[in-house]
């Protein structure tokens, strides 16, 4: 279950859409400590 803070989320994502992928690569991992969900996971591969 994602217990993450959504503005970390979309902090990430906004990493991603930027083409800063390893940067959106390590947002994502230090919210999957919190917990994961599909979504986390799904863009965490993508980065």
Request: aromatic share 10%; net charge negative; charged share 20%.
């Amino acid at each position: 279950m994602l217990q993450a803070d959504p503005a970390a989320f979309e902090k990430a994502n906004k990493l991603y859409n930027d083409d800063q992928y390893a940067e959106a690569a390590e947002a994502y991992l230090q919210i999957s400590k919190n917990g994961v969900s599909a979504n986390l996971l799904f863009n965490l591969g993508n980065a």
